[in-house]
Nanobody
């Protein structure tokens, strides 16, 4: 059974850092691209960052230079390090695993940044 379980969210003040984790199981983790998405209240889900199976990364312009995505294939875990958090980073953050037409989602973790 495929499972993606996010953790590390919470309520923080602007300017601090958080690290989100997403532990995966049930599929060949190392062969998938991994993606962090977020959805703020009243807004569409947006891609935040992704990392390919080969380790290439890309980021939304809004988080570039502040967020870092990484993966540990030995632990079947993907991370999102978020520095200098802003109020506008408040959202539910989801991790996803993607390979071709295969696409698995986690349940999400809430990040709330108070200004």
């Amino acid at each position: 059974q495929v499972q993606l379980l996010e953790s590390g969210g919470g309520l923080v003040q602007a300017g601090v850092s958080l690290r989100l984790s997403c532990a995966a199981s049930g599929f060949t983790f190392g062969t998938y691209s991994l993606v962090w998405y977020r959805q703020a209240p009243g807004k569409q889900r947006e891609l935040v960052a992704f990392i390919t199976s080969g380790g290439s990364t890309n980021y939304a312009d809004s988080v570039k230079g502040r967020f870092t995505i990484s993966r540990d294939n030995a632990k079947n875990t993907v991370y999102l390090r978020m520095n200098s958090l802003k109020h506008e980073d408040t959202a539910v953050y989801y991790c996803a695993a993607e390979r071709g037409w295969l696409h698995f989602w986690g349940q999400g973790t809430q990040v709330t940044v108070s200004s």
